[in-house]
């Protein structure tokens, strides 16, 4: 399965727009590009999901880069609910999905 | 009511000792998953399930076995619970065409003595 590179942690302040990165440069053709965050003490939830073009939905952005080889969710105003751990993950089948260890955001006041 | 409902929440055993971990959801979904968390780590797989008659074994599946009772219904046996098998355990399901987009249960806290 191809791979994801994320930092360990990020750091924003509240309200201001949060750029986190992920980079993927053994993705496949097939496979989609899907964004997860998993606040404090529960599970994960499904933010976002891409293939080739930019997407966006009432949670986050995410922009892929021309050569998908790299990606970037984007929240446009960070609130202190959005501290989480946001997990990059490549899928191509619907299942096994192969969270990483994801990138921890801190936002502060 | 929650969606996905996973019982009991948290749950202290010996080692040696059988011990199952059940799934419930309202979702109407048909495909069903187990995930075990170790701190500082992401989720891994252990089994998965696309309708009741089928059943695959995820990344990590040695000394774990499920059982899928109804659509509804995704349980999670360790036969013989060893220390290392201290972990947290998320059930999720999800159904097509975005079978992507998994819901997660609460989680179970597992811990192994």
């Known amino acids: 399965d191809a791979k994801t590179t994320q930092p360990n942690s990020m750091e924003s302040n509240e309200e201001e727009p949060v750029h986190l990165p992920c980079n993927h440069s053994t993705i496949s053709g097939t496979d989609y590009i899907h964004w997860y965050r998993q606040l404090p003490s529960q599970g994960p939830e499904y933010v976002i999901h891409g293939l080739t073009s930019n997407v966006n939905n009432r949670m986050a952005s995410l922009a892929i880069a021309e050569d998908r080889k790299s990606s970037t969710l984007i929240l446009h105003r960070a609130t202190l609910r959005d501290a989480a751990v946001y997990y990059c993950i490549l899928a191509n089948s619907g299942y096994a999905l192969n969270f990483g260890k994801g990138t921890s955001l801190l936002v502060t006041p | 009511d929650a969606d996905v409902t996973q019982t009991p929440r948290n749950r202290i055993t010996k080692t040696g000792k059988r011990i199952m971990l059940e799934c419930s959801q309202t979702k109407g979904h048909d495909r069903m998953y187990w995930y075990r968390q170790d701190p500082g780590l992401g989720l891994r797989l252990i089994y998965y399930?696309?309708?009741?008659?089928?059943?695959n074994k995820g990344e990590i599946s040695d000394g774990y076995s499920v059982s899928r009772q109804a659509q509804a219904k995704f349980s999670l046996s360790l036969e013989s619970a060893i220390p290392n098998q201290t972990a947290l355990y998320f059930c999720?399901?999800?159904?097509?065409?975005?079978?992507?987009?998994?819901?997660f249960g609460p989680g179970t806290r597992l811990t192994v003595t």
């Open positions: 399930s696309f309708d009741v008659k089928d059943i």
């Open positions: 999720a399901t999800s159904a097509a065409p975005r079978a992507y987009e998994q819901y």
